[in-house]
Nanobody
């Protein structure tokens, strides 16, 4: 299984970016999907999550500015980021809990994308 992120880049404060993450490979099901971020010298923090049924949660720092969504038919998750601030600068990572067939059973494994850089600066 591979998770491939896209959509990062540089933007001025107040701008917007839309990140996407596409899962491919031997997939039976995708459960919860997440976006994390890691700024230089800091730990990796959870930004947003979405269940297979579409229930969402957000870190307090991004509530009202970021929106997570998913397309189950395309095995993708998106993060729409509006009103970006310099504090949002980080590498953003996609994470997903993916069900795969193993010896006649479906087991769940956690996969990470390679990360995409988001820089907010004037």
């Amino acid at each position: 299984v591979q998770l491939v992120e896209s959509g990062g880049g540089s933007v001025q404060p107040g701008g917007s970016l839309r990140l996407s993450c596409a899962a491919s490979g031997s997939i039976v099901s995708i459960n919860d999907m997440y976006w994390y971020r890691q700024a230089p010298g800091k730990q990796r923090d959870l930004v947003a999550s979405i269940t297979a049924g579409g229930s969402t949660n957000y870190a307090d720092s991004v509530k009202g500015r970021f929106t997570i969504s998913r397309d189950n038919a395309k095995n993708t998750v998106h993060l729409q980021m509006n009103s970006l601030e310099p504090e949002d600068t980080a590498v953003y990572y996609c994470n997903a809990n993916i069900g795969q067939s193993r010896n006649g059973m479906v087991l769940t494994f956690s996969y990470w994308g390679q990360g995409t850089q988001v820089t907010v600066s004037s």
